[in-house]
């Protein structure tokens, strides 16, 4: 079993930072890969990134590999999602997920935190 939590959620002008974090617990943390997914209201839930127990990162578009950085710590059992340049379509619920596979599908991820609202404002 795995338990997540998110944190670091906000309100932010447009253009602003924020640094998500999601603790686990479980001492198997780093052999999951970590993903991060988002979900605007009347969307579907949207893989944002994930990283590997190796630590090396893949993310959903260009767009977002060139603002959204994901890193991870081991030792602390947080994987970290740092957003720079945010626009207002990156409004959304954030949610870690946790899975012992590999996948840009919600379906694949077998632990979820409860999410952490980001709102971005003009």
Known sequence: QVQLVESGGGLVQAGASLRLSCAASGRTFSTYTMGWFRQAPGKEREFVGAI?????PTYNTNSMKGRFTISRDNAKNTVYLQMDSLKLEDTAVYYCGATLGWGTEALGYQYWGQG??????S
């Open 52 to 56: 590997r127990w190796t630590g090396v």
């Open 116 to 121: 952490t609202q980001v709102t971005v404002s």
